[in-house]
């Protein structure tokens, strides 16, 4: 074996993905790392497609081709999408679409719901504000999801932007909200901004977009757009995106071929639904399974099954929050099953994939509705949340 043979050598992503066998190793991946790609780890399509972009150059003077080839297909498959311009991260995305907001209505200040990456016009709404300048932080209002008391309160403020919103997170949106917020923006002359990062190419080809059959101003795309490699995009109509000509949305590496190749191939994949329908289908099963489980164990008091069935989250309401998450959390890890609240499920996920988290579930469900201090069966400190709202 030379220097550079690595055939030895077990790759990361088989680690995380499809592996029973090998003691642990981890089984399952249905964590925070599953934001980030719909396909799953070491797509091949994904990354023949980046490895034949590498032959061809990686970032050029003037925009590549596969830029506009990105753009035309996301102008296909997410409604009312007209025009793109593209980022690096989630947050870019979301900043550039609050900037071109801000622009558009020559107003300051922005209502958020659900969370939008680490910049300072979002993150100084919540604990973690250190660093925020003061007047950044008091531009964002932060509204609790689905409270159309609370939009029309801090809408009533006045000087409102842009309303900010994940469509669809922990809470499904009931019929008629999105369009409902959509509207009551633009009552008050502010603009929708639908923060896509984790709903597009995910709930639907169109994302959010295509599953409620809303047009909000501006969307927002990030992770399963790229499925691991780091590219964003944020899209509305010609009109609307007619602004980014006037605002300053550049950055040295936006224009960067290998995420681009990557992100044509994921959307090749997706384009005919079958993919995410087998996602679907998956997700439903997994929620199902863990409706099932909770009614069993008689643990509703203590834990919550919710959001799409792609992205289902398992919350822990009550005091005992964090202990509660710790003690499931340590369960499913000793038994292969990476969890971190968010299960998202991949391309390569299998029925048996499903079908261990779910003996996991049963074993760490079984813990908690046991007589025994939660505590005293913890192994180590139990977690601490990363961010709230003030
Ligand atoms: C809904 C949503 N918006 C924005 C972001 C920020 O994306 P990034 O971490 O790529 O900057 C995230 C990241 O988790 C997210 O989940």
């Not at 209505?105 to 604990?127: E, L, M, N, P, Q």
């Not at 863990?290 to 959001?307: C, D, K």
Request: glycine letters at 10%; proline letters at 6%; one cysteine or more.
């Amino acid at each position: 074996m030379g220097p550079g043979d690595q055939s030895d050598t077990p790759r990361h992503a088989d680690l995380l993905e499809d592996t029973f066998a090998v003691r642990a190793r981890l089984d399952a991946d249905l964590s925070r790392a599953g934001t980030r790609r719909a396909l799953g780890y070491a797509e091949p399509v994904v990354d023949d497609a980046i490895r034949g972009q590498l032959h061809d150059g990686i970032t050029f003077s003037l925009p590549h081709p596969l830029e506009v080839e990105v753009a035309e297909r996301i102008v296909s498959l997410c409604p009312g999408v007209e025009m793109v311009r593209f980022g690096k991260s989630g947050s870019d995305a979301v900043s550039a679409a609050v900037r071109a907001a801000r622009a558009i209505t020559r107003r300051d200040r922005v209502v958020a719901t659900g969370y939008h990456g680490w910049h300072d016009w979002f993150i100084g709404s919540t604990t973690r504000a250190a660093g925020v300048p003061r007047a950044i932080c008091d531009l964002t209002t932060a509204v609790p999801f689905g409270d159309p008391h609370a939009v029309e309160a801090a809408l009533a403020l006045g000087d409102v932007a842009a309303i900010v919103v994940e469509p669809s997170g922990a809470e499904i949106p009931p019929p008629g909200y999105l369009q409902w917020l959509i509207d009551t923006a633009h009552l008050h002359g502010t603009l929708a901004v639908f923060d896509e990062v984790i709903t597009g190419f995910r709930l639907a080809p169109g994302g959010a977009r295509q599953r409620y059959g809303v047009q909000p101003d501006l969307s927002c795309y990030g992770k399963a757009l790229g499925n691991g490699m780091p590219i964003s995009a944020v899209g509305g109509t010609a009109n609307t995106m007619k602004v980014f000509e006037e605002i300053f949305y550049s950055g040295t590496h936006g224009g960067e071929t290998l995420s681009l190749a990557a992100a044509r191939a994921v959307l090749d994949t997706i384009a005919d639904g079958r993919v995410l329908a087998a996602i679907h289908d998956l997700g439903c099963r997994l929620q199902q399974g863990l409706q099932n489980l909770v009614a069993r164990y008689g643990v509703e008091a203590i834990v919550r099954i919710s959001g799409e069935p792609e992205r289902t989250i398992v919350s822990f309401p009550g005091a005992d929050e964090l202990i509660h998450k710790s003690l499931v959390q340590q369960f499913l890890i000793e038994r292969g099953v990476l969890f971190n609240g968010s299960m998202f499920i991949s391309q390569r996920h299998t029925v048996l994939d499903i079908g261990h988290t779910l003996d996991a579930f049963a074993d760490a469900f079984a813990a908690l509705s046991s007589d025994a201090d939660p505590r005293a069966l913890l192994t180590g400190p139990p977690v601490e949340a990363v961010f709230r709202r003030p």
